[in-house]
């Protein structure tokens, strides 16, 4: 008996180290379409050069059911690559109408079940937000936090966590246009991916020469909001190219590098790569190159 017991242990504390070791993984990520799933070679190709470079999530939309999408997601499970689904809740940014909307959550809500029963292991939240055309408001954010909560009491009773996509500059202070505000959010996700695109900050010349400092002080101060102990996870969205700022092949390697390498000097949890073309060969030219995490 005393032998069985010493061996139920030892599988018991294995079993803990393991999940442990998977909870803290570094998660390095690429965003894809629902089309790029559904075309099978394009996924099998993105699926093969990921593993060779170390990528291990992908950030998958959800739109609608299909058939393609149901039988080609098994090959991502298959090669143990996690399967995080991105939902985008309101397209544009939200109305009044919509965001006051149960009716409209439940709806966005099946896509949710739809991905829950592909066997998505998170649920990412997009578009979590007002239209930045909106009267500037502190309620702005309260009546986006209503939306999040329930969200996330629904997934909380399914034990699947949840993220939500924030603006990057919601690092610095609250976004009262838009409603998004990671203080009032905190106790409702698990995740937050600020989109630390450089393209998106003013003044974007400058920023899309720095990109470094730009992500690197977004994180830190988004973790100063919270004295350093931030109660969620932090992917930031890094983008591979800057849309206003024109950049070479060699330019374009290094504004992918700086940007990666910012996150990792400043405690997040990973990153998540961003091409709205699913376009990824410069992303694992520079894993390639570089000894990053």
Excluded at 37 to 64: A, H, M, P, Q
Excluded at 256 to 274: L, M, P
Aim: glycine content about 4%; overall charge positive.
């Amino acid at each position: 008996m005393r032998m069985l017991f010493k061996v139920l242990m030892i599988v018991i504390v294995g079993l803990v180290i393991s999940s442990s070791a998977i909870a803290s993984q570094w998660v390095k990520g690429i965003y894809l379409t629902q089309s790029t799933v559904e075309n099978k070679r394009s996924l099998s190709s993105l699926i093969k050069k990921s593993k060779k470079y170390g990528i291990n999530t992908f950030v998958i939309d959800v739109n609608r059911k299909s058939s393609a999408y149901r039988r080609n997601i098994v090959l991502v499970r298959e090669n143990k690559i996690k399967y995080v689904a991105r939902i985008v809740v309101f397209p544009h940014g939200g109305t009044s109408a919509q965001v006051l909307s149960k009716k409209y959550w439940q709806k966005k809500y099946k896509l949710v079940e739809i991905a829950l029963q592909l066997g998505a292991q998170e649920i990412q939240l997009d578009y979590i937000r007002y239209s930045s055309s909106r009267r500037a408001s502190s309620q702005n954010a309260r009546n986006i936090y209503e939306v999040i909560k329930w969200f996330k009491a629904k997934l909380k009773e399914k034990n699947i966590p949840l993220q939500v996509d924030v603006f990057g500059i919601t690092g610095f202070y609250d976004a009262l246009h838009i409603g998004q505000n990671l203080r009032l959010f905190a106790d409702s996700v698990d995740a937050i991916c600020p989109m630390v695109y450089p393209s998106h900050y003013e003044p974007y010349r400058k920023h899309a020469k720095t990109p470094y400092a730009t992500v690197l002080s977004t994180l830190q101060s988004l973790h100063a909001q919270f004295n350093d102990n931030r109660p969620f996870k932090v992917y930031p969205f890094i983008e591979l190219y800057n849309y206003r700022y024109p950049l070479s092949r060699k330019a374009k390697l290094n504004y992918i590098y700086q940007q990666i390498r910012a996150v990792e000097d400043n405690h997040a949890n990973g990153w998540y790569a961003w091409s709205p073309t699913n376009k990824y060969n410069n992303l694992f030219r520079v894993l390639q190159m570089y000894n990053l995490k």
